[in-house]
């Protein structure tokens, strides 16, 4: 007599390693397209609050096999990650089932619509895959193994979509974790400055296009059931291209903020569950920015902002990250007096000039004790000095540029927060792009680079701004933060002086006596030549200081447009300035 395998959500129940769990759960949308997902729950019958995700990684590859080198660098690096389970289950960039749902959680992992097993168009952030992502919401709270209350997790894009789902209001959302996941499409992510980035037609080539639906036969299978990842159908390459956008070509035809990019930025006055939102002081490019903005910005009462350094994925991993996530889950989701509610609401690893970090508490971004403090380019003399200085300094308009050394310091200085800076600047060409970089000077003179999310060995921070694009949102920006409006450009006369604002992004360095602080003001990517470029397993170029986060799409920068001499100018109508957040020590 054959024994009855029990089912949940109308699948079998496949019961290991201390889990059920419900394999390729389908979930059908409002236009009847059927989404898959995988459930694992506590060993123990009972109904528990759920913590989803929604994304195109495809939930059938494993980290180990999808993203060797960044499993490898994490695992050996940091033990923690990996004790205490099978590790057969991880995922990239989404909890480890094993750790959670011993704590009384359900994990559900959902393929987004045309990646993975989840058949569609491949659509990222738009409006299609945001009401996909909140039907799903709906439906775990719904399912017999859920008590009917949804939180969100995850790192990056699991982050990035929770900030335009949360503004959509599902009713059974209760609480989301963005760890670093960028919340401005335009700003943070697809257009820095107003300088197209091209690391999303990279990201698509590599990331997505490899685990689409219809991959069938010709994609990997999952090491626990054998499924392939990509779906049992194995469609033609001309019926996959059918089967989704020309991600990259639709950002680069999209060159201001347009209804394009309003889809895929939330609303912020409609976000208002509870949020934890972690940012990574190396984020430059893509993540930092959306972590502190969505906390300044999010309409939410109760909101915690944590920042810290290491690469992209792994403090999400460790205990020390978990923890956090577990505390905030279990207070907000589960109501436990757990000491959350008594936490301040910035939590910082603080971060010294050797890359080490020490934990200190805040009640608000930027810091109250804040001193905002003004260095001026000496043009003449390379140097970042106290007080204006006139004069004018020309370099190549798509060279590295100029660079600019304050005295060694008297005594240790920190600056956290965010960073600006002033200049005035004329092109001979039509248009001019500027790239700022802070880089940190030790003691003894050598530059100090510092673990990046995606590079390891990246500067203290970076801003970008097109001259054309340097009208400013008056009611958005401080002298600290300039917010510019990009919805039309600015007339750049060749050869008129024009005063512009530059964000850099924030940053945390403690630099001891006897340092510098360097700014390179120029016309391309920064690039760190002093070291040895690496490559990563899931990135096409390798990494020279600014991570895949690139600025050398030859159609967004022809040099027909930007090709000549850019000047700064420092006078009595304007000068060129710095602004840095000083904190007392």
């Keep these: 007599m054959t024994a009855t395998v029990p089912e ?26 059927v989404l898959r997902a995988d459930v694992f729950l506590p060993a123990e019958d009972g109904a528990y609050p759920t913590l989803l995700s929604y994304g195109p990684y495809a939930k059938g590859l494993a980290f180990q096999e ?28 989404v909890v480890d089932p ?19 097993r989840s058949p569609g168009i491949v659509d990222h952030f738009s409006r299609r895959e945001t009401q996909d992502f909140h039907d799903c919401i709906e439906w775990a709270a719904a399912e017999p193994w859920s008590d009917g209350n949804v939180g969100l997790s995850g790192v990056s894009y699991f982050g990035m979509n929770q900030w335009l789902v949360a503004a959509t209001q599902p009713p059974h959302l209760r609480a989301i974790c963005v760890w670093e996941g960028a919340s401005d499409f335009y700003r943070d992510a697809s257009h820095h400055g107003g300088i197209l980035s091209t690391f999303w037609q990279h990201w698509y080539d590599k990331q997505v296009k490899s685990v689409q639906y219809g991959l069938g036969e010709r994609g990997p299978r999952h090491p626990v059931t054998g499924q392939l990842v990509c779906g049992d159908e194995s469609l033609t390459d001309e019926e996959l291209a059918a089967n989704r956008v020309d991600f990259g070509a639709e950002v680069r035809a999209h ?13 912020w006055d409609r976000i208002t569950v509870p949020l934890l939102t972690a940012g990574n002081w190396g984020g430059q490019g893509l993540h930092l920015r959306g972590n502190v903005e969505g906390f300044l910005q999010a309409g939410s009462e109760r909101k915690w902002l944590e920042m810290h350094g290491l690469e992209h994925w792994t403090t999400y991993y460790m205990d020390y990250g978990r923890e956090i996530q577990l505390q905030f889950f279990d207070h907000v989701i589960k109501g436990l007096d757990n000491g959350w509610d008594q936490r301040p609401p910035v939590q910082l690893q603080v971060r010294h000039i050797d890359d080490t970090y020490e934990e200190r508490w805040e009640e608000a971004w930027p810091l109250p004790a804040t001193r905002w403090t003004d260095l001026h380019l000496d043009l003449g003399n390379g140097t970042l000095v106290p007080e204006p200085a006139a004069g004018s300094l020309a370099y190549d ?16 200085v920190e600056l956290t927060g965010p960073v600006a800076a002033e200049l005035r600047v004329s092109t001979t060409a039509a248009d001019a792009d500027l790239f700022l970089t ?31 694009h340097r009208e400013l949102d008056p009611e958005r920006s401080t002298p600290y933060r300039p917010v510019h409006t990009h919805v039309a450009a600015a007339e750049v006369e060749p050869g008129t002086p ?5 964000e850099l992004w924030p940053t945390s360095l403690v630099l001891p006596a006897g340092s510098r602080l360097e700014l390179l003001v120029g016309g391309r990517d920064y690039a760190d030549t002093s070291l040895p470029p690496i490559t990563m397993s899931n990135f096409k170029n390798q990494m020279t200081g600014c991570g895949p986060f690139l600025h050398d799409d030859p159609e967004d920068r022809p040099e027909g447009t930007f090709a000549g001499t850019v000047t700064l100018h420092a006078g009595a109508e304007g000068g060129c300035l710095l602004r840095l957040p000083v904190v007392p020590r």
């Design 66 to 93: 999808g993203y060797p080198t960044a499993w490898e660098t994490m695992a050996s690096q940091h033990p923690d990650v990996v004790e205490g389970s099978t590790n057969a289950y991880q995922n990239w960039e």
């Design 255 to 267: 060159p201001f903020i347009d209804d394009y990019h309003r889809d895929r930025t939330p609303e």
């Design 438 to 468: 802070l880089r940190a000077i030790d003691p003894d003179g050598n530059h100090r680079s510092f673990v990046g999310a995606v590079d390891p060995h990246i500067p203290a921070t970076q801003g970008w701004l097109r001259l054309s």
């Design 397 to 412: 308009a798509m060279s590295a540029g100029v660079a600019f050394r304050t005295e060694p310091f008297a005594e240790e």
């Design 98 to 116: 094993e750790k959670w749902t011993v704590h009384g959680y359900a994990i559900v992992r959902v393929d987004s619509r045309g990646c993975g």
């Design 8 to 33: 949940l959500s109308g699948v079998p129940v496949d019961s290991r390693d201390g889990m059920r769990i419900l394999w390729d759960v389908p979930i059908t949308m409002d236009d009847g397209n």
């Design 498 to 502: 024009y005063d512009v604002q530059v």
